[in-house]
């Protein structure tokens, strides 16, 4: 069974950094795009960053500048970097990916989410 799973959120001051992680688990051929979404109490998931696997990367344009993904294809892992990290970041962060090659087919997957929490 194929599954995301996410580490590395938590509780940071503002102006903090923080390190998320996401590693694809399974017997997996391949991965199209990996990203991450965010959803704050009351909002809309949205798309926080997202890197394809040739490494092209797209960023909401609240984080551009503070926030870096990347991913390592050979361990099927995505990373999110956020630094300078403000409250209205706050939220329950998940991991997607999309196109992901099994024997049983290709499938779209969701992490379970972690929550990241910036205040003082």
């Known amino acids: 069974q194929v599954q995301l799973v996410e580490s590395g959120g938590g509780l940071v001051q503002p102006g903090g950094s923080l390190r998320l992680s996401c590693a694809a688990s399974g017997s997996i051929f391949s991965i199209s795009a990996m990203g991450w979404y965010r959803q704050a109490p009351g909002k809309q998931r949205e798309l926080v960053a997202a890197?394809?696997?040739?490494?092209?990367?797209n960023y909401a344009d609240s984080v551009k500048g503070r926030f870096t993904i990347s991913r390592d294809n050979a361990k099927n892992t995505v990373y999110l970097q956020m630094n300078s990290l403000k409250p209205e970041d706050t939220a329950v962060y998940y991991c997607r990916a999309e196109g992901v090659a099994t024997a049983k087919g290709v499938q779209y997957l969701w992490g379970r989410g972690t929550q990241v929490t910036v205040s003082s």
């Open positions: 890197i394809a696997s040739g490494g092209s990367t």
